[in-house]
């Protein structure tokens, strides 16, 4: 097994929140908490170390007492910029990461994957879950050999911002998770009521 000191752990809360009317996704409540909160909190036993990637409100995610990098992409790129500026900034020889909207991965998520990643040879595993019986890859949920860097400062530096196209150069597995709903999100208003809602 990959020991935990060896994983880095990446909340990604960079995004616009575009489909939640602009607000910053990771600092909304989630019963009392924030989404990102919440993240840390169930990464925090899985890995070594924890970072946060954000493009604002700086102050109130370093108040969570982890470091905190902005994209070093310009204009909100997507989850691939959290990505690179993971591997930027990462210290150890593996990155996961883990989006700031879903607070009910589950706990043996980076377990999992490292296990799949190591028993596959691979250099990138991804959770997976199943919808409607096929298997539907979840790529933000992901654990990665931090000397990827080269080959994602390349990808990303030419233009591209595909997660799907990158993991493609490259040895990737999906790991299944039997639980769909542990991967909610919280991408609208009304799905986060849903997850209010959810035990």
Known sequence: MIP?????????????????????????????????MHALMRLAPQVGELMINANRNLGAYESMGVPVWPDSLADYAGPLAGFLTGLEHCETPYLATVPCDSPLFPDDLV????????????????????????????????????????????????????????????????????????????????????LQRHD
């Open 111 to 194: 377990a999992r994957l490292a296990q799949a990643l190591l028993e596959a040879n691979a250099e990138i595993a991804m959770a997976a879950t199943r919808e409607a019986g096929v298997l539907q890859a979840q790529p933000v949920f992901c654990l990665m050999k931090t000397d990827l860097i080269e080959s994602l400062v390349r990808f990303t530096h030419s233009g591209q911002r595909k997660i799907d196209k990158w993991t493609a150069l490259h040895r990737c597995i999906e790991v299944p998770f039997d639980d769909a709903q542990a991967f909610a999100n919280a991408n609208t208003s009304d799905e986060l009521e849903a």
């Open 4 to 36: 935990k000191q060896d994983i880095t752990g990446l909340i990604l809360a960079g995004g616009r929140g575009s489909r939640m009317g602009g607000v910053d996704k990771g600092l909304q409540n989630h019963r009392g908490v924030p989404l990102a």
